[in-house]
């Protein structure tokens, strides 16, 4: 579980300010399949995760639109770095993995979603 208040405050303030509704929703639902399907605990590397798959999400629906040769370079760039943000998390949480999952993920979609 995530360590004070004040941390789940700022993450909640930065989920709200950083995704649209629609990309709230992809978050909010990778993070349920994380905990009820992976068995993931809660943490903030679950949080950053998401994110970044989130990210990642939003970088191939632009991908979509086209454009010049310098936005296509820096759109093949962002995704390679955030690629490598979600395999050195996925990491992480798998080594801290819990064989069921628990109810932390309902407690983490319950405070987000308010």
Not at 26 to 47: H, I, Q
Not at 92 to 97: D, I, P, S
């Amino acid at each position: 579980m995530l360590d004070s208040t004040q941390t789940w405050s700022e993450l909640k303030a930065r989920f709200l300010r950083d995704f649209l509704p629609a990309e709230q929703l992809f978050f909010l639902k990778t993070a349920r399949a994380c905990v009820a399907e992976k068995g993931y605990p809660v943490s903030e590397d679950l949080f950053h995760y998401c994110s970044f798959l989130t990210l990642r999400e939003r970088l191939r629906l632009l991908e979509h639109g086209g454009g010049d040769g310098l936005m296509r370079f820096m759109l093949v760039e962002s995704r390679r770095e955030i690629d490598g943000e979600v395999r050195a998390l996925e990491q992480r949480l798998e080594e801290r993995k819990r064989p069921v999952s628990d109810a932390e993920g309902r407690l983490l979609r319950e405070f987000l979603a308010r």
